[in-house]
């Protein structure tokens, strides 16, 4: 239940604020000036504080101030006559959430005291959900430091507040099963278990018993009763990473499972209900797979009830730079070694490269440098040093549209099978100007002749 600290000198307002808070299940303390309202707000956690900009001889806004200082969580609304309006502004830009004019309706009071505790409430969850995130999983550089990346974790936040599904989706190696383990942690399952399964690493056969678990005699080398990884989920969440490779038989089956909530092990007769949270994740389009008939819509419904979409890396480059220091210092701890940093060339080369495999494809680069470095700076040489370079530099406008132009009639010739006249007439040129284009990138027709003849 949230805590609401009303201040106004005028006890009649007080009585009638409380009465309209209580009714809407809020806990009220009432102070008439700013020595009660600081030895309340010392004494208990302040979730809002609802402030009269005059006290008497007194100021709301150092009342405002000082609050804070012992609940700097909790967030302010500032209560002030008509003509005091100038004042609750200059109150806001020293941190009140908003102010509301005397005399004001009680359905608008309600409407503004929900949306500030619903902003504190999400503010809690991305400061938890960034303690999670560090603590546990120890990629404090990855989440939260690009402004698409503080959005999604936003959406990973409100999202922990429900038990819905939730489908994750983005790049191979944006870290999906990251943001998955992140949600399970702030949720309200975070003391159930977190169980993976990768639809693509279990063989289709194989699926449907790992999914629900069979009895001893089940089927041919079914040895003994095993628990099925849903069931291992009870109380938690059941995370099925690229669900988009599941197949249409098994789909099938998980729907049902999903709308019923419940399902028998193979060759048992005791049912089994389910008390899991299912966390999906695809580096696909489901949507486009369901309009191809890969994937079932119906399913897709259930399992897309909140998705959560992860940018890939080079629309976040921002973060290259340190997600790159975390990987080095990972690797260098691992490897026993004392490097301390990269050089300039090194980093913009991290930064320019387009990165298709993502976070993932950093971490391996940067863990291949460490392996082959000797010295304690990472040069730009140790970076793809393992492939083979056909990255190609921008090329003039001069030298793209020759490139293009002698590709087109390579193509032109060998359609034609080096016959000048069609070849001219498809180009929208004349034979003389098209001779002059063969001269120029010393095309000889006869050697297309040659090559198509050879092919009948």
Known sequence: ?????????????????????????????????????IDLSKKNLIDLAIVDLRLGNEDGIVLMEKL???????????????????????????????????PFDHRELITEVNKCLDKNKLSKEIKSL???????????????????????????????????????YGESGTGKELIAKTLHAASLRADGPFVAINCTAIPENLIE?????????????????KKGLISQAEKGSFFLDEISEMPLTMQAKLLRILEEREF????????????????????????EAVKEGSF????????????????????????????????????????NKDIKDFS???????????????????????????ALTKKDIINDDLIFRSRIHNETKLKTLKNAKEEF??????????????????????????RADFYDLLKKYSLKPADFRIKANKTV
């Open 1 to 37: 239940m949230e805590k609401i600290l009303l201040v106004d000198d005028d006890k009649n307002i007080l009585t009638v604020l409380k009465l309209r808070l209580e009714k809407e299940n809020f806990e009220v303390l009432e102070a008439t000036n700013i020595k009660e309202a």
């Open 68 to 102: 804070l200082i012992y609940n700097p969580d909790a967030s302010v609304i500032i209560l002030t006559a008509f003509g005091t309006v100038d004042s609750a502004v200059t109150a806001m830009q020293k941190g009140a959430y908003s102010y509301l004019t005397k």
């Open 130 to 168: 960034k303690k999670i995130v560090k603590q546990k999983y120890g990629f404090e550089n990855i989440i939260g430091k690009s402004n698409k990346m503080e959005k999604v974790l936003e959406q990973v936040g409100q999202a922990a507040l429900t038990d819905s599904n939730v489908c994750i």
């Open 209 to 225: 018993s790992e999914l629900f678990g069979y009895e001893k005699g089940a089927f041919t080398g079914a040895a003994k009763s």
């Open 264 to 287: 028998y092990p193979l060759g048992s007769t005791k049912l089994v209900t389910m008390d899991t949270r299912i966390i999906s994740a695809s580096n696909k389009n489901l949507e």
């Open 296 to 335: 079932r819509e119906d399913l897709f419904y259930r399992l897309f009830v909140i998705p959560i979409n992860i940018p890939p890396l080079r629309d976040r480059k921002e973060e290259i730079p340190k997600l790159a220091k975390h990987f080095l210092s990972k690797h260098s701890m691992i490897m």
């Open 344 to 370: 300039r060339p090194c980093l913009q080369k991290l930064i320019l490269h387009s990165w298709p495999g993502n976070i993932r494809e950093l971490q391996n680069t940067i863990e291949c440098a460490v």
């Open 405 to 430: 132009e002698k590709n087109y009639i390579i193509q032109l010739i060998k359609l034609t099978q080096g016959n000048i006249s069609q070849a001219a007439k498809l180009a929208g040129k004349y």
